[in-house]
């Protein structure tokens, strides 16, 4: 009885920590890793041991944009066990990254983590947070290529909330400026996001082109919401650069 007291006020408590392979993994790839768990002076039982991947995301209440934690994919490591007073545990993990993971590019984007939920009874605190980046897997990189190879800067990649993703429950765009002297000078900016495919297990890309006002028409086009175009390519997921550049700039002009 003593011993269970001693537990419920938080002495002696077991502690979980995860420690990643690398703390960069690829879009696509696997994220390996070992969770370290290490009892107490007291025996404890663990109910569940889950890895999430989380990321901030931007949610929209009132007008107001707010900056939460959203959960987008998980792992149970392993189930029920007892820690035993003083035990040691190494449990290895290998979690797949889906292709549609937030993205660690840009001067703006958002923070990934990787939070480690352990229900172990009656302890203090069994959670623990580790930063992640995730780097563009070949897709992306061709697209981000095509996108620089025809004069344009990306400025920021912000990841929102949204139903257009059911994978992840969140979409990130990837805003772009034409550079000094880029024939693209007429858009203000423009916008790609990856998207699961209308038609089989690829990706499509969904490219925003939004254009500059430069004259009467153009401001109302701008003021009305109609100064911007919507193109969604189908993608395989084995295409060069050289051949997303081509669609790109048609769909760009």
Avoid: Y
């Avoid at 007008?63 to 490591?77: F, M, Q, Y």
């Avoid at 590019?105 to 992640?132: C, E, F, N, S, Y």
């Avoid at 858009?187 to 996001?193: G, K, P, Q, R």
């Amino acid at each position: 009885m003593f011993d269970k007291l001693m537990a419920a006020v938080g002495i002696g408590s077991a502690r979980v920590d995860t420690l990643l392979e690398s703390d960069t993994a690829e879009a696509g790839g696997v994220l390996k890793g070992e969770v370290h768990i290490q009892g107490g002076e007291v025996s404890q039982d663990l109910d569940a041991l889950v890895l999430d991947l989380a990321s901030e995301a931007i949610k929209e209440v009132d007008d107001k944009k707010l900056r939460i934690g959203h959960p987008w994919a998980s792992v149970e490591v392993c189930g029920a066990m007892t820690i035993g007073a003083g035990e040691e545990r190494r449990i290895p993990f290998e979690l797949p990254l889906p292709l549609l993971s937030p993205l660690s590019v840009g001067r703006q984007h958002p923070k990934t983590w990787v939070a480690t939920r352990a229900d172990i009874a009656m302890a203090l605190d069994p959670r623990d947070k580790d930063p992640l980046r995730i780097l563009p897997g070949p897709v992306h990189r061709a697209a981000f290529e095509a996108m620089e190879a025809l004069g344009f800067v990306m400025t920021g990649a912000p990841l929102e909330l949204s139903r257009k993703n059911p994978a992840t429950g969140c979409l990130q765009e990837f805003e772009f400026k034409p550079a000094p002297g880029s024939r693209f000078g007429h858009l203000d900016e423009a916008e790609i996001a990856f998207l699961p495919a209308a038609r089989g297990n690829g990706l499509d890309l969904l490219v925003q082109r939004d254009t500059r006002a430069t004259g009467l028409g153009s401001l109302l086009s701008e003021m009305a919401g109609t100064d911007e175009r919507f193109s969604r390519l189908s993608l395989s997921g084995r295409e060069s650069v050289d051949e997303l550049r081509g669609q790109m700039e048609s769909v760009l002009r």
